[in-house]
C-alpha cells in the first residue's frame, strides 16, 4: 500500500509542481518537454505513454524514487489530458 500511497501523493501535488513548459514538441501529446517548477531549475521530461514506468524525468525524484513517475511527470499528463483528452493520451 504504501508504493500506492507515495504515486498518489506526487499526483495530487502534481499540479503545482511545473510553474514553465520551456520546450515541447510540435502539436503531439508525446514527446520530450523541457519544464521549470517553482523551484527555478529545469527538468528534461521524456513523454512517452499515461502509465508508470513510460515516461522519464531528470529530476532528482525520479532519480531514486523507483516509482516510475514524479511530480513533474503527474503535472505533465494532467496538463496534457486537458489539451488532448484522456482517450487521445491512452491510445
Request: charged share 25%.
Amino acid at each position: 500500500m504504501l508504493i500506492e500511497e507515495q504515486i498518489s501523493a506526487r499526483q495530487q501535488r502534481g499540479p503545482t509542481a511545473i510553474g514553465k513548459i520551456l520546450a515541447k514538441p510540435d502539436g503531439r501529446a508525446y514527446g520530450d518537454y523541457e519544464v521549470r517548477p517553482a523551484s527555478g531549475k529545469k527538468y528534461h521530461v521524456a513523454m512517452r505513454g499515461p502509465g508508470l514506468f513510460e515516461n522519464f524525468c531528470s529530476c532528482p525524484d525520479f532519480a531514486v524514487n523507483t516509482l516510475g513517475t514524479c511530480k513533474p511527470i503527474e503535472a505533465l499528463l494532467i496538463r496534457l489530458r486537458k489539451r488532448f483528452g484522456r482517450p487521445t493520451l491512452d491510445r
